[in-house]
C-alpha cells in the first residue's frame, strides 16, 4: 500500500487525425464489414515536427497544468517509447529540455505495450523509497510508422502521447493504490520487427489473444488478492487496447461486462504505452471516469511483459 | 541510506581479444606514441554467438554463482545497453529466459555509458521500497559494432559484460550505501550516431573531457555531502573509463592520486555499460579491492547523464 497521489493526466493526439475514408488503398482491399470488426474509426499520424518527445512534451504540459505544477518542480521524467528507436541519444533528456525541468533524472524505456505502466511501477518504487517527489511518466508512441504501407496495420496502428504526475503525498487528485509487472521471456520470439521496420507476428493472431488474456487475467488476479478486492468493487477497466479481438480476449478472461471496459480504440486506433493515459484523459474529460472511482489498467507487450495499475483519478 | 547488500559481482569478456598488432589497419595509421597515449593494449570483439543478452547471462552467472543464489530466486533483472538497439523484443527477457528465472521481473534501460548506474538506481530504488528482494543489474555492449571500420575508435572501443546481484538486507556481502542519478537535457546534442551507426561527437573532445569531469566531480559531491564523507575516506575510484581524456579530467575534477583510480581500460578498451562491474571483477579477483574497503564510482553518457554509487564489495 502506498501514499502516491495521481494529479494530473494529459494527453497529446497529432493534427493529422486520418478517417477511414481517406486512408491509402491497402494491397488487399477490406470490405466494410470487416473494417467494421477492426473497429477502428481514425488514427493519427505523426508529422516530422510532432516527434517521440515534442508529442510527450505537450501531453505532459496537459498534465502538469492539471496537476498546477511546474515542471521545473518535476524529480523524476519516465519517458516510454518503443516505435522510434535510436543509439543515443535516447528521447527523455531532449523532453527534460523542451519541458524546463533540469533538476530532474529523465530516461526511456521501452516494454512494448507494457511501457506506461511499467514507467508507473518505476515511478511508484522511486517515490515510495523516499527519494523523489514528483514524478512524470509519460508513454509517446509513433506506432503507425511501424506498420507496413498497404498492410491492415494501417488501419490499426496511430500515434499519441498520454502522461500522468504522480507524487508522493501530495493530499490532492487521486490515488495510485497499487501496481503489478511480470515478464515472461520465454514467449519472446513472438512477434518482431523487420529489416524495414515493420510489425510481424509469428504465432496465430488467436493464440495471441489468448495470452494477452491470460497475462491480464492474471496481474488483474494478483493485483485484486494483494488488495483483497473483488472485480465487484472495481468501477471502470481501462487496459490498453491492442486490437478489438485482444480486447474481446480480455474481457472474456475476465468475465467482465464490457460497459465496464474502457477505450478511446475507436477514436485513436492502437497507440501502444500511449493507450491508457490517452484514454483516461477522454473519459475524464467526459465526465464518464468521476474522482474517486476505482479503476483497474492492465496491459501486455510484446518481449513478453504484463503489468498492472489500480488508482483512482 | 539503505540496507542493500551487494552479494556478487561477475563478468564475461569476448573470446576474441584483439592486441594492437592485431587491428585491421586504419585510415589514417597512428605513430606508436600516438597509440601509446590512446592507452587500450586489447579489446573484445564480440562473435555473432556472444550477443547483448548471451554475454549478459554469462556475466550473470558468474555474478549469481558469487552470490550463491540460484537464478530463479530474482526477484528483478536491468539490462544496460545501448550499443544494440530494437524494436521490439528488446533483451532482458531474452536474458531472463536463458538464466531460468521465470519468477522476475526483467527490462532494458539505456542511458549510454551511465546504463549500468542507472540500473543500480532503479534496483535500488526497487528493492527499497520494498517491492523485491533480490536484484540483478547487467551492463552489457558490444561497443566494438559502434565504431567506424578504418577509425581510430576501433582502437578504443570493446565488448564486455558485467553484473552485480543486489539483495535486500543480506547480511552478508558488501553494502550500497548510497547512489546519485542526474539528467542534463541541454547537452542532449552532443554526439550521436550516424546512419550507419557509427558514434560522432559534434563538440571538441577537450569539451567533452572537461564536461565528463565537471559532471563526475558533481555526483561525487553530492554523495559525499549526503553521506558526510570527504574523498579522503574513499579506498577506491572505479569510475567509467570512458577514454585516456576523460579519465585524465575526472581526476584532475577530483584532485585525487591516480593511485586511488582503478580502471581496465587498457585491458578491454571503453566497454560503455560494462565497465564498472568487468573493473569490479577483475580488481577483486587480483585482490586489489578488499572486503569493506569503500569504493565510489561514478559514469557519465550521452544523453546527457550522469551517475554515481557508494559502496563496498
Given at each position: 500500500m502506498s501514499s502516491i497521489s495521481i494529479t494530473g493526466v494529459g494527453a497529446y493526439l497529432p493534427r493529422n487525425m486520418i478517417a477511414n475514408a481517406d486512408l491509402p488503398p491497402l494491397d488487399t482491399p477490406l470490405d466494410p464489414s470487416e473494417i467494421e470488426r477492426i473497429g477502428v474509426a481514425?488514427?493519427?499520424?505523426?508529422?516530422?515536427?510532432?516527434?517521440?518527445?515534442?508529442?510527450?512534451?505537450?501531453?505532459?504540459r496537459v498534465a502538469l497544468g492539471r496537476a498546477k505544477l511546474p515542471a521545473s518542480a518535476l524529480d523524476l521524467i519516465v519517458l516510454s517509447n518503443w516505435t522510434q528507436r535510436r543509439y543515443i541519444p535516447e528521447f527523455a533528456p531532449r523532453?527534460?529540455?523542451?519541458?524546463?525541468?533540469?533538476?530532474?533524472?529523465?530516461?526511456?524505456?521501452?516494454?512494448?505495450?507494457?511501457?506506461?505502466?511499467?514507467?508507473?511501477?518505476?515511478?511508484?518504487?522511486?517515490?515510495?523509497?523516499?527519494?523523489?517527489?514528483?514524478?512524470?511518466?509519460?508513454?509517446?508512441?509513433t506506432t503507425s510508422k511501424r506498420a507496413r504501407p498497404g498492410s491492415k496495420g494501417t488501419l490499426i496502428l496511430g500515434d499519441a502521447a498520454g502522461a500522468m504526475v504522480l507524487e508522493r503525498e501530495a493530499g490532492r487528485g487521486g490515488r495510485l493504490i497499487d501496481y503489478e509487472l511480470a515478464t515472461r521471456g520465454e514467449h519472446h520470439g513472438i512477434m518482431d520487427i523487420s529489416a524495414d521496420?515493420?510489425?510481424?507476428?509469428?504465432?496465430?493472431?488467436?493464440?495471441?489473444?489468448?495470452?494477452?488474456?491470460?497475462?491480464?487475467?492474471?496481474?488483474?488476479?494478483?493485483?485484486?488478492?494483494?488488495?483483497?478486492?473483488?472485480?465487484?468493487?472495481?468501477?471502470?477497466?481501462?487496459?490498453?487496447?491492442?486490437?478489438?479481438?485482444v480486447q474481446r480476449a480480455v474481457?472474456?478472461?475476465?468475465?467482465?461486462?464490457?460497459?465496464?471496459?474502457?477505450?478511446?480504440?475507436?477514436?485513436?486506433?492502437?497507440?501502444?504505452?500511449?493507450?491508457?493515459?490517452?484514454?483516461?484523459?477522454?473519459?475524464?474529460?467526459?465526465?464518464?471516469?468521476?474522482?474517486?472511482?476505482?479503476?483497474?489498467?492492465?496491459?501486455?507487450?510484446t518481449g513478453w511483459y504484463a503489468a498492472g495499475a489500480l488508482y483512482t483519478t
Open positions: 481514425r488514427r493519427g499520424w505523426a508529422s516530422e515536427s510532432e516527434g517521440i518527445a515534442e508529442m510527450a512534451a505537450e501531453a505532459a523532453l527534460q529540455a523542451l519541458l524546463g525541468a533540469p533538476g530532474s533524472v529523465a530516461f526511456d524505456m521501452c516494454c512494448a505495450c507494457a511501457g506506461f505502466l511499467y514507467g508507473v511501477g518505476l515511478a511508484h518504487s522511486f517515490l515510495t523509497s523516499g527519494r523523489f517527489e514528483r514524478a512524470l511518466v509519460v508513454g509517446s508512441e521496420g515493420w510489425v510481424r507476428t509469428h504465432i496465430a493472431q488467436d493464440e495471441l489473444n489468448r495470452l494477452a488474456g491470460r497475462s491480464i487475467a492474471d496481474i488483474a488476479a494478483r493485483l485484486l488478492l494483494r488488495n483483497r478486492l473483488t472485480l465487484e468493487d472495481i468501477d471502470w477497466i481501462v487496459p490498453h487496447s491492442g486490437t478489438a479481438g474481457a472474456d478472461a475476465l468475465g467482465v461486462s464490457p460497459q465496464k471496459v474502457l477505450t478511446n480504440y475507436a477514436q485513436v486506433g492502437n497507440v501502444s504505452s500511449a493507450s491508457i493515459p490517452t484514454a483516461l484523459q477522454q473519459f475524464i474529460g467526459e465526465g464518464k471516469i468521476k474522482p474517486g472511482e476505482l479503476i483497474l489498467s492492465a496491459a501486455v507487450g
